[in-house]
Nanobody
Framework: QVQLVESGGGLVQAGGSLRLSCAAS????????MGWFRQAPGKEREFVAH????????YYADSVKGRFTISRDNAKNTAYLQMTSLKPEDTAVYYC????????????????WGQGTQVTVSS
């Protein structure tokens, strides 16, 4: 059974940083592309970042480019999202997911999802 478990969320002041982790079990992420998404209350789930198999290529939403960094440690079977210069509008539940097929920025392109971790940024 595939499981993705996010951790590292919490409450932080604007301008602060957090590092989210996504630990996978039941599959080896080294052969899979990974993504992070977020969903704020009353809004649709939106793309945040995507990373290729070896981490050599990454893609970001314009809203987080230059502030967030996606990475992976295939030996630990874990993906990460380093978030800096956080803003109140970054407040959301953050999800990691395993890519399957299609557009990397579209949620239906992912076939496994974690349960999410809450990130709250206060002003």
């Amino acid at each position: 059974q595939v499981q993705l478990v996010e951790s590292g969320g919490g409450l932080v002041q604007a301008g602060g940083s957090l590092r989210l982790s996504c630990a996978a079990s039941g599959l080896t992420i080294s052969g899979r592309r990974m993504g992070w998404f977020r969903q704020a209350p009353g809004k649709e789930r939106e793309f945040v970042a995507h990373i290729m198999w070896t981490g050599g290529s990454t893609y970001y939403a314009d809203s987080v480019k230059g502030r967030f960094t996606i990475s992976r440690d295939n030996a630990k079977n874990t993906a990460y999202l380093q978030m800096t210069s956080l803003k109140p509008e970054d407040t959301a539940v953050y999800y990691c997911a395993v890519y399957y097929s299609g557009a990397y920025y579209a949620p239906p392109s992912y076939n496994y999802w974690g349960q999410g971790t809450q990130v709250t940024v206060s002003s």
